[in-house]
């Protein structure tokens, strides 16, 4: 009787089962502030205290005015298609499943840029502009990542 050890490596029947998603790993409390506020279903930026401007990514200190206060405002969760790549290869294996998918950066109505995935979409109907719409994808069975999806304008 074989086991999966006699196969080598790529054949085990344990390599062939996609490796769910990997999750943002942040080490800073900040970051890990604007992961946890996800796990909500909304998206939440930061609003310096001092000037009233959203940033992205989270940080400690206002890029315009330097002041170190802020306050965690929820995002309407709307915005449109900054830029983005349709990508054909999977860098990581649990990704081979949804190539080619579309990589995207998309600015908010409170004017911050955020890296993320398009879902649902048609690839050749893609222009700068698009409204987009957050949404929260399942990763593994308890952690929620904003995607974001096309929406009527
Ligand atoms: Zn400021």
């Known amino acids: 009787m074989s086991s999966e050890s006699d196969l080598p490596p790529k054949m085990r029947p344990s390599a062939q089962v996609a490796p769910p998603k990997p999750r943002p790993r942040p080490q800073d409390p900040v970051e890990q502030e604007f992961w946890k506020r996800c796990q909500d279903g909304n998206l939440y930026f930061q609003r310096c ?12 200190m206002c890029a315009k005015c330097g ?17 983005w790549t349709v990508t054909h290869q999977a860098l990581h294996p649990a990704f081979a499943a949804e190539i080619p ?48 999806r096309l929406r009527e304008s």
């Open 67 to 83: 002041a170190p206060e802020f306050s965690w405002e929820r995002s309407s969760g709307k915005g449109t298609l900054f830029s």
């Open 49 to 60: 205290s001092g000037c009233g401007c959203f940033r992205h990514l989270p940080r400690y």
């Open 101 to 148: 998918f579309v990589a995207a950066v998309v600015e908010l109505e409170e004017g911050v840029r955020m890296a993320t995935r398009l879902i649902g979409c048609d690839h050749e109907r893609l222009a700068l502009d698009l409204p987009v719409e957050v949404e929260f994808e399942l990763i593994g069975e308890d952690f929620r990542l904003p995607v974001f």
